[in-house]
Each structure stands twice: as C-alpha cells, then as structure tokens.
C-alpha cells in the first residue's frame, strides 16, 4: 500500500521574461517499507521533486498524498503539522544548531514530533548508536568531522515514527565505511519498520539497497528500474 503519492506533478518558475519547466508531469508511488532512488543529471528536477514530496515546495500542477492525506487541501499550520508527523528529512546541508551537542540535535527534532524528556533521550541514544555516534552524542558540530555532522543529520531525521524519510545525497560527505553504515541503516528501518524512503542521489552503492531507481532528466521521470 502506497504511503506516499504524487500525481502528474508540473513545477515552472518564472521571471519577467522566462519560464523554467523544473517538473513536468510526474507521478510516483512509493509504498511502506520500500526504498526508491532518484537519479538523474544535475538540474534534472530531483531536489525540486524531493521537496514537493516534503510538502516544501507547492507544485504548479498535480498533487501528493501523505499517509491518506492530500496535501493541497492542508493550510499552513496542517502541513508543518504532517511534516513533523510524516516525514523525516537529511537535506545535503546539515542544518545543525551550533551550540546543540549531537545528542540534543536530534532530541529537539524529536521534540518537534512530540516526543520530550526521558523518551526523546532515548531515542536519540538508540539512533545515534545505530550510525556510529554513541561515543560522540556529547559532542558540538564544530568539534566533528562533516561525515559525523552528516550522520547527525541521518539521525535526525530517522529518530521517531516518521513514516517517509526523504533524503538528498545523504552519502555525499561519508567514507565509504560510514556511508554503508547508514545505508544498512536505511535498508533495516525499511523493512523492519515499514518507512518508506525516497534517495535522491549520484552514489553508484544506493543501487544495493534500493528496490527501484527512477531516472529524471528535464524534469520528466525517463526510466525506472526494479
């Protein structure tokens, strides 16, 4: 069963003088428990794509439905709403609160999702355990590596019940031990936990974990493999 669904999506931006065509006419269906890659050129529409599906950006034309929830019938507050309760996100910027340590980044992430005290910390504890940072939960962003701020940004977003996780090169800044580490991660919550994932990506190894990978090039989806 689909938990997450896009529907003949168009996006055009448009100035005094020219129109970009970003998406046009793109459907997708990505049911519980499954993993599907994005790939295509630079400017092909991914990120535009992955934000729409993040209830981020509003479509020209079509629509998305979340968990049942038609998103273009929601006002302002029911979208940040279904965001926070839906939807998990590892943007390719970390968007990591300086003087948080890393325990309390995804700890306020999960507050935002209702969890708070003792619950939250523990979730934060199991999931920054899982991507390789319980010895460094304590630490500041400043004070780790890119790779280890990134899996912070992992853990954020998989912290709590989020049913879609929606992840732009989540592997971009990881060694190649780190980025299996959270790709086997990606791969257990799916199946185990019934999340659906959407990867937008140019790293070759998501393939092994993935069930489809959907191709987009000028915002058209071209090609989709099992």
Request: glycine letters at 10%; a neutral charge; one cysteine or more.
């Amino acid at each position: 069963m689909a938990v997450l669904e896009a529907h003949d999506l168009s996006k055009i931006y448009r100035d005094a003088h020219h129109e970009v065509h970003a998406l046009r006419g793109v459907s997708l269906a990505v049911d519980r428990g499954e993993i599907v890659a994005i790939e295509g050129p630079s400017g092909s529409g991914k990120t535009t794509l992955l934000c729409i599906l993040g209830c981020l950006l509003t479509p020209t034309s079509g629509r998305v439905i979340i968990d049942g929830h038609t998103v273009d019938s929601h006002r302002p507050d029911e979208l940040r709403d279904l965001r926070r309760r839906s939807i998990g996100f590892v943007f390719q910027q970390f968007n990591l609160f300086a003087a948080l340590t890393a325990a309390e980044n995804v700890i306020y992430g999960l507050n935002l999702k209702g969890w708070f005290g003792e619950e939250a910390r523990r979730e934060a504890d199991r999931i920054l355990e899982a991507v390789g940072l319980g010895e460094r939960k304590d630490f500041r962003p400043r004070d780790l590596s890119g790779g280890q701020r990134q899996r912070i940004a992992v853990a954020r977003a998989l912290a709590g019940p989020a049913s879609v996780i929606l992840a732009d090169e989540p592997t971009g800044n990881l060694d190649s031990e780190a980025g299996d580490r959270v790709l086997g991660l990606f791969r257990s919550l799916a199946r185990s936990e019934g999340r659906a994932l959407v990867i937008v990506t140019h790293d070759p190894r998501v393939r092994t974990i993935a069930d489809r990978v959907v191709t987009i090039r000028d915002g058209r989806l071209t090609h989709e493999e099992n």
